[in-house]
């Protein structure tokens, strides 16, 4: 099983701060990545898919890049509604998601 | 409206079965394949089960292989979740997801519906 290591799991933030959260996995998933957020009660949302794709309808201060094991999300000026939990998923062999990574207001 | 809405959840002992439902709507439901993801309170996610479109292809995570048993019914626009043995741990919100079809994210996904296994 490929096991899917998000870092930080908190990370408490200001509106308007460039962010980074980083996905490392245990093998090669060349860039079969996705990333979802999430807020309290709601179903995940799609952001990034392939790595570095922005899913239709995302703003574009939302960006993925990496390949291989590690992976990142960044967040270029945080907004109020972006404070939310974020996973990562690989795609390469089944399917297996990140821990989480709750982003906080400081 | 494009949408996913599950069904059937609720509360059941240790040892129990509850089969979930997942209307689809606003696309066309037989092209894609389909999976179950459930999330314990307070948890993240954890991938259940997958079907593809023909429902050729399935799969479990091991946590519930055997127990579980995933299908779907594309006449109907439905995808199903048979829950056998259930245990304690297989509390959670019960989503359902539809996979893109490049296979690369789940493009789409239901509120879920909550099961609860306690006696």
């Known amino acids: 099983d490929i096991q899917m290591t998000q870092s930080p799991s908190t990370l408490s933030a200001s509106v308007g701060d460039r962010v980074t959260i980083t996905c490392r996995a245990s093998?090669?998933?060349?860039?079969?990545l996705a990333w979802y957020q999430q807020k309290p009660g709601k179903a995940p949302k799609l952001l990034i898919y392939r790595a570095s794709s922005l899913e239709s309808g995302v703003p574009s201060r939302f960006s993925g890049s990496g390949s291989g094991t590690e992976f990142t999300l960044t967040i270029s000026s945080l907004q109020p509604d972006d404070f939310a939990t974020y996973y990562c998923?690989?795609?390469?062999?089944?399917?297996?998601f990140g821990q989480g990574t709750k982003l906080e207001i400081k | 409206e494009v949408q996913l809405v599950e069904s059937g959840g609720g509360l059941v002992k240790p040892g129990g079965s509850l089969r979930l439902s997942c209307a689809a709507s606003?696309?066309?439901?037989?092209?894609?394949?389909m999976n179950w993801v459930r999330q314990a309170p307070g948890k993240g996610l954890k991938w259940v089960s997958s079907?593809?479109?023909?429902?050729?292809?399935?799969y479990y995570a091991d946590s519930v292989k055997g127990r579980f048993t995933i299908s779907r019914d594309n006449a109907k626009n439905s995808l199903y979740l048979q829950m056998n043995s259930l245990r304690v741990e297989d509390t959670a919100v019960y989503h359902c997801?539809?996979?893109?079809?490049?296979?690369?994210?789940?493009?789409?996904w239901g509120q879920g519906t909550m099961v609860t296994v306690s006696s």
């Open positions: 997801a539809r996979e893109n079809k490049a296979g690369d994210a789940f493009d789409m």
């Open positions: 079907i593809s479109s023909s429902s050729s292809y399935i």
């Open positions: 998923q690989q795609f390469n062999t089944l399917y297996s």
């Open positions: 093998q090669s998933i060349s860039s079969w």
């Open positions: 606003g696309f066309t439901f037989s092209s894609y394949s």
